[in-house]
């Protein structure tokens, strides 16, 4: 399959050598499986096989791109739609700078990152994995929902100025289950990434699970008071805003356009605690990563904020040609960001909650409806969901109803980050909606923050 895919982009490219066009060809093929659960059952289970073909044709200047999804067998049509790219660019408006188009020096293909093993999982075997991860949880008034979703992600590219083709192949899987109880509306959840089929374990998802219920069943529930807090954030609220970071802070196209909390004066300045190191890696399987970017740079380790202190920003090869700045081998579909974990011994929640505490610690795994409320300040917004507690300085526990957080990136990643866990885990931002982009972050398990303080509290679930 490879050669044929790359062997249509050698042909395409020759019709449009032919017809004097100068075009690029970004070519993605995806298989998606997707089984979704509710109240205890399977509400959808569904897959596609879909390939798209972006062609973006170049005339000086000018610049237009026209999309089709299609097949292999249908090499007419796709040449139809290089005429029709070629046909649209003689009609826009030219662009105030010189567009790059690459000329590869040679061929690169990665698929080190496939595992046909999980690419293929049958329904059986996400059954079997869902029915695993919850076996004697479920109850009448406990109710599972949930989804299981996995596939294989093929990109290609080939462009006139070069013969060269590069190629990409990975597979993924994101699985996230949810307990919840029907009468008193509160739910508690865990999830998985896997860049193959080892790294799924359901019984770690159970593990999780059942812990969180034996408290949420057990624990007193109430509405805590506003002020300041010693915050737990686990992993899922970590990577969410760590991700919230890769948008509105390190990304040099939207700090021009005024979309950043950090301007070219802080590269060299610590912004965040030393305690914070931030890379994009693309060593880490876990995170599916493009290892060169889509203009031929071969991407290495590349440190963002090292001790805190702000290395620099990311560069896509257009926002680099429009701004006059030097691409950074960022000009691919997702960074690999790796958040390096710290040196408190802590592992599981259970640890966690096991570790003897002066002060009361509000414990939030996950934030809910995040949003970006100032980009310029780095004030994002969310609520706690799915498991969070209150660990009193007593040692004993309290289900929380619901806060909200309002704050800053720069305090809540600052200098009153008390400690990270030195265990990781990868965690799935993959987006389910649009062409599959597989995509996870590696994070600390825990970080524990001082004084911060909540917005809102909520007076039920």
């Known amino acids: 399959m490879k050669e044929r895919i790359l062997q249509t982009l050698r042909d395409l490219r020759a019709y449009a050598l032919g017809k004097n066009y100068e075009i690029a060809l970004f070519y993605h093929e995806e298989d998606s499986y997707l089984v979704r659960f509710a109240n205890s059952a399977i509400s959808l289970n569904t897959n596609e096989h879909l390939i798209r073909l972006e062609i973006t044709a170049y005339d000086g200047r000018k610049r237009a791109n026209y999309g089709l999804i299609t097949d292999l067998g249908k090499l007419d049509e796709m040449k139809k739609g290089i005429d029709t790219a070629a046909e649209m660019v003689q009609h826009v408006q030219p662009l105030n700078y010189d567009p790059t188009i690459p000329t590869l020096a040679a061929s690169f293909a990665d698929e080190n990152g496939y595992d046909p093993a999980l690419a293929q999982l049958s329904n059986e075997e996400r059954l079997s994995y869902f029915n695993q991860a919850v076996a004697g949880l ?254 009193k300085r007593d040692g004993s526990v309290v289900v929380p109803f619901n806060v909200r957080v309002t704050l800053s990136l720069l305090e809540i990643f600052g200098d009153k980050v008390d400690w990270l866990s030195p265990a990781t885990v990868s965690y799935n931002i993959s987006n389910s909606y649009g062409a599959r982009n597989p995509t996870a972050l590696i994070v600390p398990c825990f970080m524990c923050v001082n004084d911060l303080e909540i917005s809102h509290s909520n007076s039920s679930y």
Not at 150 to 161: D, E, H
Not at 274 to 297: A, M, N, S
Not at 341 to 370: A, T
């Open 138 to 391: 479920e109850t009448d008034e406990i109710r599972l929902s949930g989804i299981f979703s996995c596939g294989a992600n093929t990109i290609a590219l080939i462009n006139t100025r070069s013969e060269h083709t590069q190629y990409f192949k990975t597979s993924d899987a994101q699985v996230t289950a949810v307990l919840s109880h029907t009468t008193l509306k509160w739910e508690v959840t865990a999830e998985q990434s896997a860049q193959n089929k080892s790294e799924l374990d359901p019984e770690a998802l159970r593990r999780d699970l059942a812990f969180l219920l034996e408290h949420y069943q057990h624990d007193t529930p109430q509405q805590i008071p506003l002020g300041s807090y010693a915050i737990v954030f686990g992993a899922a609220a970590i990577a969410d805003m760590i991700n919230f970071m890769n948008w509105i802070g390190i990304d040099g196209g939207l700090m021009k356009r005024g979309f950043s909390f950090l301007s070219e004066e802080k590269v060299g300045q610590k912004v965040f605690s030393d305690k914070f190191t931030l890379t994009d890696d693309p060593t880490r399987l876990e995170t599916f990563p493009f290892k060169q970017d889509f203009v031929g740079i071969d991407r290495k380790p590349h440190p963002l904020f090292q001790r805190g202190v702000f290395q620099g920003f990311t560069w896509h090869q257009d926002d680099a040609d429009e701004f006059g700045a030097q691409a950074t081998g960022h000009t691919v579909k997702h960074r690999s960001l790796v958040l390096s974990g710290g040196d408190k011994n802590v592992k599981s929640l259970e640890e966690l909650i096991r570790v003897p505490r002066e002060k009361d610690i509000l414990y939030i795994p996950f934030l809910h409806y995040m949003n970006i409320v100032n980009p310029s300040k780095a004030i994002v917004t969310g609520s706690s969901r799915f498991g969070a507690l209150l660990l």
